[in-house]
């Protein structure tokens, strides 16, 4: 069974930064295509990026909000966010996701979210 | 980067009743589309991938059509859990990208 499960979220002040961990069990990372997705009230849910299988090169896309703030990685069994610069706006639940082959590109598994909050 | 546009907003319907949510793309993205449901404080869940194929384990009153740039969800049959937020989502190209999302509310 696919299993996800975040961390690291919490309160930062704007220009900071935080380092999201999705653990991940039930399948073996290096050859699944992933993904993070946000959520907040106002603009609802948002994708951020993803990364391709390593055997796909490991290649990585943002979306332009986050593009050259926000670093997506694998460590082992985890799946790594790293976000820099960080802006008010970024406030949300952040969630990872896998990448389905079987469902065209659908994120068909997600974790329980956790929560970034940017305030000053 | 391509726009989805959801409509409505938001809607309240009665147990039973019949929901259509639609979904218009910027450009033709084939059949590119997932659907997706959100209930507070729970994860979000795919219910419908490739524009009409049903996740494992949703329900049959759930049906989704569409291609190129048209799509709708369709609730046959309205129940108290489908209260919920609905999105949909472009996985064409990337940056992959959502619609502003539908709140279905019971009356």
């Known amino acids: 069974e696919v299993q996800l499960a975040e961390s690291g979220g919490g309160l930062v002040k704007p220009g900071g930064s935080l380092r999201l961990s999705c653990e991940t069990s039930?399948?073996?990372?290096?050859?699944?295509?992933m993904s993070w997705a946000r959520h907040t009230p106002g603009r609802g849910l948002e994708w951020v990026g993803r990364?391709?299988?390593?055997?796909?090169?490991?290649t990585t896309d943002y979306a332009a909000p986050v593009k050259g703030r926000f670093t997506i990685s694998r460590d082992e069994s985890r799946l790594i966010l790293q976000m820099n610069n960080l802006k008010t706006e970024d406030s949300g639940v952040y969630y990872c996701?896998?990448?389905?082959?079987?469902?065209?590109?659908?994120?068909?598994?997600w974790g329980q979210g956790t929560l970034v909050t940017v305030s000053s | 980067d391509i726009q989805m546009t959801q409509s409505p907003p938001s809607l309240s319907a009665s147990l039973g009743d019949r929901v259509i949510i639609t979904c218009r793309a910027s450009q033709s993205i084939s059949d590119f589309l997932n659907w997706y449901q959100l209930k507070s404080g729970k994860a979000p869940k795919l219910l419908v991938y490739a524009a009409s194929s049903l996740q494992r384990g949703v329900p049959s009153r759930f049906s989704a059509s569409g291609s190129g740039t048209d799509f709708t969800l369709t609730i046959s049959s309205l129940e108290p859990e489908d209260s919920a937020i609905y999105y949909c989502q472009q996985s064409y190209s990337v940056p992959w990208t959502f619609g502003q999302g539908t709140q279905v509310d019971i009356k």
């Open positions: 990364i391709n299988r390593k055997t796909d090169g490991g």
């Open positions: 996701t896998t990448v389905g082959v079987a469902t065209i590109n659908g994120l068909d598994n």
């Open positions: 039930g399948f073996n990372l290096n050859d699944a295509w």
